[in-house]
Nanobody
Framework: QVQLVESGGGLVQAGGSLRLSCVAS????????MGWFRQAPGKEREFVAA????????YYADSVKGRFTISRDNAKNMVYLQMNSLKPEDTAIYYC????????????????WGQGTQVTVSS
C-alpha cells in the first residue's frame, strides 16, 4: 500500500499563491493516478485536480481551472498542486490521494489518502 504525506499548507492572503507537495512511499508510485481533494468545514469532500500515472493527462474542477496546476515527478515520488490567485473560498483541508483506474473525479475510486494539510486564505 502506498503511503502519502502532504505538506505546504498555510495562511495566505487572497490573490496569493501556495504550492502543496505530496510524497509517496514505496516503489510503485508511477503506476498510480494521483488526485487532490479538499474539504471545508460543514461541506463534503470535493474534487480539485487529478493527474494520470504518466503525467500526460490532467483534470481540474471548474472552480480551480486556470488557477491551479497539478504535476508529478515520478523519479522523486512526488505530486504537486500549484495554487495561484487564491480566494477565501479555497480555504479547506487539502488531501492527496492515489488510485488505480476508475473515475478521477470520485473520491471512492482512490485507495490511499494522506493526512491532509490546511490551507487558509484570508480576505
Amino acid at each position: 500500500q502506498v503511503q502519502l504525506v502532504e505538506s505546504g499548507g498555510g495562511l495566505v492572503q487572497a490573490g496569493g499563491s501556495l504550492r502543496l507537495s505530496c510524497v509517496a512511499s514505496g516503489r510503485t508510485f508511477s503506476m498510480y493516478d494521483m488526485g487532490w481533494f479538499r474539504q471545508a468545514p460543514g461541506k463534503e469532500r470535493e474534487f480539485v485536480a487529478a493527474i494520470n500515472w504518466s503525467g500526460s493527462r490532467t483534470y481540474y474542477a471548474d472552480s480551480v481551472k486556470g488557477r491551479f496546476t497539478i504535476s508529478r515527478d515520478n523519479a522523486k515520488n512526488m505530486v504537486y498542486l500549484q495554487m495561484n490567485s487564491l480566494k477565501p473560498e479555497d480555504t479547506a483541508i487539502y488531501y492527496c490521494a492515489a488510485g488505480r483506474g476508475g473515475s478521477y473525479y470520485s473520491a471512492r475510486e482512490y485507495d490511499a489518502w494522506g493526512q491532509g494539510t490546511q490551507v487558509t486564505v484570508s480576505s
